[in-house]
């Protein structure tokens, strides 16, 4: 007893130390708080002076240093806190000009860019905890001009063909079901536009928080209730056929799958104004959010029948899935981004039902034969934009390669409706990369949505030549005619299969990319500007 006594008794002061040694942490902990809080809150205060001196400056670059002074005082900084000199012989300074290339700062004295260097003084509350003694921050300002462009759905001609297409593949995107829309409706839809600040006020109406831009992009919508704000806004401007159009679409479209604007629409800050203002062409519009809805559905979209009759073929089924819609793109020429669009996973079954003649005998081949293609679209980039005697835009275009896997299908060759071969085949389709190409623009007269897409590659895909068609070792089923062998009917069969391929290519593959803004080898293109103002040039920019 007296031994545990004495061992508490030597332990006593333990517990003081310790809560000496937690305060002391607690206090350290405590200033180390303040003072990083101290120094993000004046970072971010230096950093809104340095980018509000850059804007003022790049307003007139040969007062930029008087301008980034007169700046900074304004929003109580001295303007000591800037030096001016010579960027030929102090490229450090605080004002300096210079051009900005794919987001890099590159100092030249006669530079279309300038940039600015703030410093301000900072001194830690706590004397125990270090810090740094002062803040430097730039800001990195242009004469920038914002401009938009879609990389995806043509706006050429629908024809018959493509009407059929787009009742079998849009209806299975927004519901599940073919739609029955004409020929006419669907050209109705390529010939109209909404603009995004209409599309906001009824969304707006509806409900929905889209205040600003970037709320607009991020809010969730079913295709119902897009299709809805849709037609409300085209009853608005007074559209009644279109508003029409997509009031039915609303009753066809069942999917619960929400998407948003941001899937298909990138809109930087620097080019809100412009984006608001742009008419938006409806076909385009209905197929990149039927095609977001597909992406967020996360489902292969079936078609049994497409509808399209091709000779030598009996029906053609369709596989598809989507991994990424059009894009529509607005930004600046100072900040240039890469936009990628359209990539899907598409498997084209033609079930054959093809007469060949070998010698002096009429055969028959069925049988399906699959097309599998994965396209991987194209990437855009806003190069230019020109507001001199020539008005206009420039985008750099850059289709993506695409592949074809080995498929194989056994063939059946009857005579008389008795089988006679079967015809093991591989069907290789190479991989294929486009070159990058300039595509310019003329305004007004070749921006939408007076004016039709630009086409950029391969046109149509080109399976009939790209497709390697080999046969192995058929097997006799019946008895061949007198004087014809078997490697005779395998050749006939192959050398037909080819042009059958080629037309289920111009007939149904090329069509139905362009619709879904694909295409093999190339891509389609469309200039946006303000429906209300003409190119917007030199508008002062953060760069940086």
């Known amino acids: ?40 809150q004046d970072k971010r205060t230096d950093q809104k002076v340095a980018d509000l001196a850059a804007l003022d400056a790049s307003r007139d670059l040969t007062q930029a240093c008087a301008r980034a002074k007169a700046s900074v005082v304004r929003n109580g900084m001295p303007a000591s806190t800037l030096t001016c000199s010579d960027p030929a012989s102090n490229p450090a300074g605080d004002v300096v000009r210079g051009n900005i290339a794919a987001g890099v700062f590159t100092v030249n004295a006669a530079g279309t860019a300038v940039r600015v260097k703030v410093h301000s003084a900072f001194k830690t509350v706590f004397p125990f905890v270090t810090g740094p003694n002062g803040l430097d921050v730039k800001g990195i300002a242009a004469k920038c001009s914002p401009a938009g462009f879609t990389i995806g759905s043509s706006l050429a001609t629908i024809d018959t063909s493509r009407s059929t297409l787009l009742n079998s593949m849009i209806g299975r995107m927004i519901g599940g079901s073919s739609l029955s829309l004409s020929l006419v409706s669907w ?29 607009l992009l991020s809010t969730d919508l079913t295709l119902a209730q897009f299709f809805q704000a849709t037609a409300n806004a085209l009853t608005a401007k007074g559209d009644t056929a279109n508003a029409t159009l997509f009031n039915t679409l609303k009753v066809a479209a069942t999917s619960t799958v929400k998407m948003h604007l941001g899937q298909f629409l990138t809109v930087a800050q620097d080019a809100e104004g412009v984006a608001l203002g742009s008419r938006f062409n409806l076909f385009q519009l209905l197929t990149a959010a039927a095609e977001a809805s597909a992406v967020n559905g996360n489902s292969f979209i079936d078609v049994a029948n497409v509808g399209i009759t091709v000779p030598g073929v009996a029906s053609t089924a369709m596989h598809l899935k989507v991994i990424e819609p059009p894009m529509i793109w607005f930004g600046t020429d100072c900040k240039p981004e890469i936009k990628t669009t359209g990539q899907v996973q598409l498997t084209v079954t033609p079930t054959l039902n093809l007469n060949v003649t070998v010698g002096l005998s009429v055969l028959n081949v069925v049988n399906a034969m699959p097309i599998n293609l994965t396209a991987a679209g194209a990437t855009g980039v806003l190069k230019t934009v020109n507001c001199t005697s020539s008005p206009g835009i420039t985008v750099t275009v850059d289709p993506k390669a695409f592949s074809g896997s080995a498929t194989l299908a056994t063939l059946r060759v009857k005579l008389l409706g008795l089988p006679l071969l079967d015809v093991p085949t591989t069907n290789v389709t190479p991989s294929i990369d486009g070159p990058a190409v300039d595509v310019s623009f003329s305004y007004p007269g070749e921006f939408s949505p007076t004016a039709a897409s630009k086409h950029i590659g391969s046109q149509p895909v080109g399976l009939q030549s790209l497709t390697n068609v080999t046969a192995g070792s058929p097997t006799l089923l019946g008895v061949l005619p007198l004087g014809v062998t078997s490697g005779q009917i395998v050749t006939a069969v192959i050398n037909a299969l080819h042009t059958v391929i080629g037309d289920v290519d111009n007939s149904v593959l090329t069509p139905l990319l362009k619709d879904l803004g694909l295409d093999i080898g190339g891509a389609d293109v469309t200039a946006l500007a303000d429906a209300y103002k003409p190119l917007q040039c030199g508008q002062p920019g953060l760069v940086g």
């Open 1 to 40: 007893m007296m031994r545990w006594a004495m061992r508490r008794k030597d332990e006593s002061g333990s517990i003081l130390v310790l809560s000496v040694v937690g305060v002391v942490l607690a206090v350290i902990s405590t200033a180390l708080a303040v003072d990083l809080g101290r120094l993000a």
């Open 187 to 215: 050209q109705g839809l390529a010939s109209g536009s909404v603009t995004l600040d209409q599309l906001r006020t009824q969304l707006a109406s509806m409900g929905f928080s889209v205040g600003s831009v970037s709320s």
